[in-house]
Each structure stands twice: as structure tokens, then as C-alpha cells.
């Protein structure tokens, strides 16, 4: 069975996921010799942002729960000469680095998937360093994002629950801000930009966020391959207007909202 990471790494990230970790790593502005960290890499390409950020480079570590995606940023990594990123599977509630003893920690859109969000921001705080920072994004709410939030009610109706709202779940900047302060930052700044993404293939592109969408749910998780197949396309057919009101020509614009928080000790 092919590894889910490769199709996240090849559809997701060039037109998303490319652009705001470029966005992320402006914002915490890595000097050359900086040790940084990237925590919940996922692909890794904020971890291979820094590298081509940086001319003379400097230490980099990437650490990530999920092995399905460490092996895609490994080969990712490889395969763009971003040579000499260190990787660790673990989480982000037990960081493996010693106290005060990294100069910048970035964290792209995976704060919110932490099971305890309170105790990951606290690891920040104790590996940063005084006059280090620590950057993070999260997605604005689903308010923000009407065709996700159409297709989280649709999820809902057909399944009885939708993974969306998790994804969507730090869309307070006030929160977000908070969570941080409580972790012992004591200087934080929280900017609140967008960005518009291009995704071709619609059909492919709604098939594709449908499945992702689901795949946690156990109500998806019991049916066949076949009965998988015709809810995915009962979902796809419940949004195919909002389909169409993203679409053009022959492809996807979406805008994306975001919040980037910016904490020092």
C-alpha cells in the first residue's frame, strides 16, 4: 500500500504547505549558525525551507509522531540536496532537546493536532533560549474558510462527525496568543495574513480532501472498499455547488487564513 504521506507531499504542499512555510520562515528570519528546530514536520518542508533560507547554513531538526511522513521528508530532503537536517519521530509533548538550548522552534499548522496543545507549548518555551523565539501557525476558523465549513456539515450529516472542526480548532488568535502566555512567553505578537491556493484537478482535488477529511472517522473506517467509495462520491456529489463556486477554468482557488504567533521568552 503506498505510503498516504507521498500523496500529501506531492498534491498539498507545493500549492499550500510551500508557500506558508516560506511565509513562516521570513517571519522567524533564521540567521546563519542558528540552531532551529521544526516541530510537527510532517514532509518537512519547513525544516527544507530553512536550508535554502540559509547561505551558510546551520544546525537543523525536524521531529514528527508519524514515521509515514519522516520517510517522505527524508527522501524529499535527499532528493532536494537540503543536506544535514537531523529527524526524530516523536511528539511535541516530550521534545527531545535539552533546555534553553535552541536558538529558533517553528511549528507549521500542527499545534492544534497535539493531544495536550498546553504541554507542547511549555516544551517550546523550555528548549528556546533567552533572546530565541518560537513561530507557529494555525488556520483561522472554519468561519474563515466557507468551503471547509461546507464540507465539515456535509461530513457531519453523512457520517455523524467530521474531522474538520480539529483542523480549524485554533482559529482564535486571542487563544492562540493565551496558550502561549500561560506557557511562559513573555514577549508575543499574533499577525492574521492570507494567502490564495491553486489546486488543479478539481474533481481529483475534492476526492482527494474528502478522503484525507475521513480517514480518521470510524464510521468511514468500517465500510469496504466499495461502500468507501460510493460515500466518497455521495460527498463529492453533496458538494458539488460549492465545487463550482471555487472553481476556475481548470482548477481551485481557495483563500486561506491564517495566524502566525510570535513568542520570545
Known amino acids: 500500500m503506498a505510503n498516504p504521506a507521498e500523496g500529501y507531499e506531492s498534491y498539498m504542499v507545493p500549492p499550500l504547505f510551500g508557500p506558508w512555510a516560506a511565509r513562516l520562515v521570513a517571519r522567524a528570519a533564521p540567521a546563519d549558525g542558528e540552531r532551529v528546530v521544526d516541530v510537527g514536520c510532517g514532509t518537512g518542508i519547513v525544516a527544507r525551507t530553512v536550508v535554502r533560507a540559509r547561505a551558510a547554513g546551520g544546525a537543523i531538526e525536524a521531529l514528527d509522531a508519524s514515521p509515514d511522513m519522516l520517510a ?20 511535541a509533548e516530550q521534545l527531545p532537546w535539552a533546555d534553553g538550548s535552541v536558538d529558533v522552534v517553528l511549528s507549521q499548522f500542527a499545534l492544534m493536532f497535539f493531544t495536550d496543545r498546553a504541554q507542547a507549548m511549555a516544551e517550546m518555551r523550555r528548549v528556546v533560549r533567552a533572546g530565541g523565539r518560537v513561530v507557529v501557525s494555525t488556520w483561522q476558523a472554519l468561519d474563515r474558510h466557507p468551503f471547509y465549513d461546507t464540507l465539515h456539515r456535509v461530513i457531519e450529516r453523512r457520517l455523524g462527525v467530521s474531522a474538520l472542526q480539529t483542523i480549524f480548532a485554533l482559529g482564535d488568535a486571542g487563544a492562540l496568543g493565551a496558550l502561549a ?27 482527494g480532501e474528502i478522503e484525507v477529511d475521513t480517514a480518521a472517522i470510524p464510521a468511514m473506517q468500517h465500510l469496504d472498499a466499495h461502500a468507501r467509495r460510493a460515500m466518497v462520491d455521495a460527498i463529492g456529489a453533496d458538494m458539488a455547488e460549492a465545487l ?5 477554468a481548470d482548477h481551485v482557488e481557495l483563500e486561506f487564513h491564517a495566524h502566525v504567533l510570535t513568542a520570545r521568552p
Do not use: C, K, Y
Open 72 to 91: 517522505v521528508a527524508r527522501a524529499a530532503a535527499a532528493r532536494e540536496g537540503a543536506d544535514g537536517i537531523v529527524w526524530h519521530q516523536g511528539t
Open 181 to 207: 502566555a500561560d506557557a511562559g512567553f513573555g514577549r508575543i505578537d499574533v499577525e492574521s495574513p492570507a494567502m490564495t491556493a491553486t489546486f488543479p484537478n478539481p474533481g481529483g482535488f475534492l476526492a
Open 244 to 248: 463550482r463556486g471555487v472553481t476556475r
